[in-house]
């Protein structure tokens, strides 16, 4: 168990430019999670998968946000055309449902300039 | 879903007890009561979830309120490395209730050498 990984860990891009970031879940971890955290916030949902079928989406995570999940294992999220307003830590997670704990990875931290 | 109401910030000595509280006044019978934590620059971290009765486990305990309203991790001798935001979360077991975990502002503990 090697824990859930994300790349990169940081990412600094200006506005208009499209970034994607990636999730590495728990091996055999059956659902995935992105979450956004801003400063002093705690983390907010965004999407959620159940190997590769996205089952939910949160009404933050816009038509310039997309995220697959392709093979069941490793996630990506996609911003197209960043805005400031997407400088936040991108934090994913993963689980064994039915069990309940999530994991959580170290976050991508995004600043766009 | 629920919400739950905590403290902004907290101090203790290190070595002491730590007893955080959580209102959770609006919680449903499905609702299990969950605690993360958050340490600087890392992702969330599971510490301990409960239903009715009290639990513990190697990293703190949760002592649930008869009526459900309300609840408290305690941390039983506070260390340095225990320094964190503590997140207290309801989550709804049923499965059409989705799979989220919804943060709120939780509570920054300090703890003093």
């Known amino acids: 168990d090697t824990g859930v990984s994300q790349d990169p860990r940081h990412k600094i891009t200006k506005r208009g430019q499209n970034v994607t970031f990636r999730c590495d879940p728990i091996?055999?971890?059956?659902?995935l999670y992105w979450y956004r955290q801003t400063l002093g916030q705690g983390p907010e949902f965004l999407t959620y998968f159940q190997n590769e079928a996205q089952l939910e989406k949160s009404r933050l995570l816009s038509d310039r946000f997309s995220a697959e999940r392709p093979k069941g294992s490793f996630s990506t999220l996609e911003i197209q055309r960043t805005e400031q307003g997407d400088s936040a830590m991108y934090l994913c997670a993963s689980s064994l449902w039915p069990r309940e704990t999530q994991y959580f990875g170290p976050g991508t931290r995004l600043l766009v300039l | 879903d629920a919400k739950t109401t905590q403290p902004n910030s907290m101090e203790s000595n290190e070595e002491e007890p730590v007893h955080l509280p959580c209102n959770h006044s609006?919680?449903?019978?499905?609702?299990?009561i969950h605690w993360y934590r958050q340490l600087p620059s890392q992702g969330p971290e599971y510490v301990i979830h409960g239903l009715t009765s009290n639990v513990n486990n190697r990293m703190a305990s949760l002592a649930i309120a008869e009526d459900r309203k309300s609840s408290t991790l305690i941390l039983h001798r506070a260390t340095l490395r225990d320094a964190a935001v503590y997140y207290c979360i309801l989550r709804d077991v049923r499965e059409t209730s989705g799979s989220r975990l919804t943060f709120g502002e939780g509570t920054q503990l300090t703890v003093n050498p």
């Open positions: 091996s055999e971890h059956n659902r």
């Open positions: 609006t919680i449903s019978g499905t609702d299990y």
